[in-house]
């Protein structure tokens, strides 16, 4: 085979979500890396999903920093931030992910004062409790045991912990589940389709939403969620949750942003609030719950590591960062260029999508030593998994926290984990995701 032949091999194992259900192509990714810091990568028609238009992908730590703190080069707001073409983009647009300043910084200024001192601090006494709470219910007294710890565990904490950021009551947690199963996996059969909360343990709110839930075509094909037509019951339980917390606002960040006002005297209107709500109940959650089982999967796969962690519990906060870098929860994000731009060397021209890769960033031996190497004590870990820039995931601390907190509490109560079987993985090119993880634990 010849270079050329490899190349194009390798850059369609990076765009074919098929790929990921075996893990992210870690080897293509660094041959990819090693030819040149951007390559074009062709989208052709796959598993039903239409032909794109190409990008390029952005596969350098340094370059990724580049473009993800320079928005006025490499916008969020001209195509989107999904790799796909957006079917529905002037609704997105109006997203603060795909947003540029000064409108992103609009919107995210308030958000940002939502999250005062006392109202972290109350988050982080609530998960440590729910961390506890939720490995004790995984040991239920037994002395060993078996769960799929990706839905019995992991999937329940960032619930739990969104419900009480947004104000949504506990028992309609499970919407979030069935929401973000629907955008994050419509590449997987599994999940396009999800519909787990069924309602009759919820809130009359979720039953009015859920009464515009769609369902599948003849052919059994959902209507796209990544457009507003796609996800009616999300955007209808968001303006009735709005309307609820304008009438009793509690002291949830939701009902905080909600009361703010900004500089002109503007409150946030009930469009941002559902593109917010969305954002928080659907990425919001999709990462930690799947950065919680891909952490344990490679704690499990490095079983030194993991009896680090049991000798000395200080290493956690290390640890965590280790993980996130090790197992990459969110592998890309797209940007388009506004004008002809260079990047290494490599000639971009305007209007050209630019996706950054950071599972690759996050292997780049030109910033990590020994990048293939899972390190705890890995120190600095310049890890992007939360993003660079303007649009740095203002979540990331409330993640480290359930992090910390789920890990801590696991290692606590358990003298043994091991896997119980092969994880089952997402069919995702954007998620590395875990949709099944067999445990097998034996109780401290």
Known sequence: MTTADTRSADALSVVDPATYESGPPLDALRRLRSAAAA??????????????????????????????????????????????DAQDLPWVR?????????????????????????????????????????????????????????????????????????????????????????????????????????????????????????????HGLMPDPRTRA?????????????????????????????????????????????????LFAVAGNETLRNGLPGGLITLLTHPEALAQLRADPALLPGAVEEMLRWWTPVMVFRRTATAEVSLDGVRIRAGDKVVVSFTSANRDDRVFSEPDRFDIRRAPNPQLSFGHGPHFCLGAQLARVQMHALFGALLRRTSVLELDGPPILLRSNFQRGVKRLPLHWVAA
Request: proline share 7%; glycine share 6%.
């Open 94 to 218: 109006r997203m603060m992910l795909n947003m540029d300043p000064p409108d992103h910084s609009r919107l995210r200024r308030p958000l940002s004062r939502s999250f005062t001192p006392r109202a972290v601090a109350a988050l982080t006494a609530s998960i440590e409790a729910t961390a506890a709470q939720l490995v004790d219910r995984m040991i239920a007294g037994n002395s060993e045991g078996r769960c799929d710890f990706a839905k019995d565990v992991a999937a329940d904490l960032p619930l739990i912990t969104l419900a009480d950021v947004l104000g949504v009551p506990t028992a309609d947690r499970w919407l979030m589940f069935d929401w973000s199963n629907r955008v994050i996996g419509w590449q997987d059969p599994d999940y396009a389709a999800s519909a787990t909360f069924d309602g009759r343990d919820g809130t009359e709110l979720a039953r009015r939403a859920m009464a515009q839930r769609p369902s599948p075509d003849p």
């Open 39 to 84: 390559v074009w990568v062709d989208e052709p028609a796959l598993h039903g999903i239409p032909a794109g238009s190409g990008f390029w992908l952005v596969l350098r730590h340094r370059e990724v920093e580049r473009v993800l703190k320079d928005p006025a080069t490499f916008s969020s707001w001209v195509g989107a931030t999904q790799v796909r």
């Open 230 to 278: 796609g996800m009616p019951d999300l955007y209808a339980y968001a303006r009735l949750l709005a309307e609820e917390k304008r009438r009793v606002p509690g002291q949830d960040v939701m009902s905080i942003l909600l009361a703010q006002t900004d500089e002109g005297g503007e409150i946030v209107s009930d469009a941002e609030f559902e593109n917010m709500f969305w």
